[in-house]
């Protein structure tokens, strides 16, 4: 017994330094992610710069080329007509085509420069987004291994085996990480581009309004545009991590604000037959049936082909039901299900099923192919009534 304990003992010392290793690994890779990042927003900001030089020298491209040929033009003329130039004017002409023909071709030379410079520029940005994706990936297969390492892999009701058991639990975990990924992918993606061209951008201003106060004025306004977009994307990452209407209007309007969004978006019709929510449904479950609905919905969008959808919510003292109807192409469920605990494809029916776990509810699915789908999810008004129960 002695030597058993012992045993336990060690394989966990072995773990834990296991799980160290794992971890200081991690915290290098997101460094190096960091440092990655920061030389791809610099990059960005040449880019740009780079962009706006290359417009600027292909007018002056056009502007040379115009005045080249009406000076070749009037070479001509002069050629033709020795008679009526002096010598001095004819020195001139020739002077004045040779100038603009050197400048057009040194600029000519100045433009593929800065465009074999933007192509090399692209290339490399394209290299640096492809080194953050990989890394992302590692991060995220790294993020799963440690959870399951330290004991916080997750397990689902109505698994046939424990090897299913693990896989799903795999899945879930990997799809959580997708979720954080994408969320860190449309930050970087968006809000942190915009705010790293604006730091940037605010150096390059302060130098512009000590030369000249109009154009840096102008610097400031345009300045004050990409905040303000930055501002607007950052917004809308908010509202995807959690609607501010739910606090606001609640869990009915927001649902309905949603539905009209998708209806707008697909023409797809959506009846909505939702009992108003009151203080009896913890705020956990109200955002627990608006990312239901939301997922739901979401997946007739994509591959339902439905024309209608019926969307019910009611409510009683302990328990909670949602009840989603689509005219749709539908699925066989069995085999669809069976994808998912081994396959853990579908991550949207995931999600789903994962949350409806997770607070110990019910979840039902019928479809059949060329009928439609119906869902019916039952969760508890508040956690405390699986505990009452």
Partial sequence: MIRKNTDISEINNIIKKIIEQIT??????????????KEEAEFIFELKELKEKIVLTIKEVDELEALDKRMRQKLADVSSRFDKYSEGEIKDVYDKAYEVRLKLMTKRNEEKILRDKRDRLEMQLKKLEENINNAQKVISQISVALKYLEGEALSLVNVDDKESEM???IKILEAQEDERKKIARDIHDGPAQYVASAVMR???TKKVIVKDLDKGLNELTELKEVLKTALKEIRAIIFDLRPMSLDDLGLVQTIQEYAKSIKEETDINIDLKLKPINDEVEPIIQVAVYRIIQEILNNIKKHSKAKNVEIKLDYGTKYLMIVVIDDGVGFDVEETLKKVKTQGTNYGLLGIMDRVQQLQGEFELES?????TKFKIKLPVNRGVVKDD
């Fill in 24 to 37: 200081s690994s991690k915290e290098m890779i997101v460094n190096i992610i960091d440092n990655i990042k």
């Fill in 167 to 169: 896989l799903i639990g």
């Fill in 202 to 204: 605010i150096d390059f």
């Fill in 368 to 372: 059949k192919k060329g009928i439609g």
